[in-house]
């Protein structure tokens, strides 16, 4: 089988972890840097103003949201390893998929909430994209678990 395209995948995830990360440790010490910049470079808009004005909370949500999708990340690089390995219907990647849907569910509520303190309509659409992406996780988490479960019945049967 022609692994090129999973490898380059896995490569993908795999910088995008690293570069998260590392903006992850940033956010405390680099946010408002990055905010006075964006608003000198586009002019002040309220969206901008409004990070500003609730700073705490904007680094507290901003952590706990990059946290989760870093999570999400480790449970693709996870599932990319078995894919490498032609062993994707394994009991790993249910697990991982409904810890994927779990963490899809925690950005939306923070999203959610961070509306309460400063709304944005790109935190509406981010928590709406991540609500469809944590249900379909949860599914397919569902499907790969019926699939391991065939699986481990043929590979008994033979």
Same mark, same amino acid.
Request: glycine share 6%.
């Given at each position: 089988?022609?692994?090129?395209?999973?490898?380059? $995948?896995?490569?993908?995830?795999?910088?995008?972890f690293y570069i998260g990360f590392i903006l992850e440790v940033l956010v405390p010490f680099g946010l408002k840097y990055a905010v006075q910049l964006v608003m000198k470079l586009l002019g002040e808009t309220?969206?901008?103003?409004?990070?500003?004005?609730?700073?705490?909370? &904007? *680094?507290?949500?901003?952590?706990? !949201? +990059?946290?989760?999708?870093?999570?999400? =990340? /480790?449970?693709?690089?996870?599932?990319?390893?078995? !894919?490498?390995?032609?062993?994707?219907?394994?009991? @790993?990647? *249910?697990?991982? =998929?409904?810890?994927?849907? #779990?963490?899809?569910?925690?950005?939306?509520?923070?999203?959610?909430?961070?509306?309460?303190?400063?709304? #944005?309509? &790109?935190?509406?659409? $981010?928590? +709406?994209?991540?609500?469809? &992406? +944590?249900? /379909?996780?949860? $599914?397919?988490?569902? !499907?790969?678990?019926?699939?391991?479960?065939?699986? @481990?019945?043929?590979? =008994? #049967?033979?």
């Amino acid at each position: 089988m022609d692994n090129r395209l999973n490898k380059f $995948v896995k490569t993908i995830l795999d910088i995008c972890f690293y570069i998260g990360f590392i903006l992850e440790v940033l956010v405390p010490f680099g946010l408002k840097y990055a905010v006075q910049l964006v608003m000198k470079l586009l002019g002040e808009t309220t969206e901008y103003a409004e990070i500003l004005n609730h700073y705490p909370y &904007a *680094v507290i949500s901003i952590m706990l !949201v +990059g946290g989760s999708a870093l999570l999400i =990340l /480790f449970e693709l690089r996870r599932m990319m390893k078995t !894919v490498i390995e032609d062993n994707c219907f394994v009991e @790993q990647n *249910v697990t991982s =998929l409904y810890r994927m849907g #779990t963490y899809a569910f925690v950005i939306t509520g923070l999203k959610l909430l961070r509306c309460f303190v400063y709304f #944005t309509p &790109a935190a509406v659409i $981010v928590a +709406g994209v991540f609500l469809f &992406a +944590g249900l /379909f996780s949860k $599914v397919l988490a569902r !499907v790969f678990d019926r699939a391991v479960s065939y699986k @481990q019945e043929n590979d =008994l #049967t033979i």
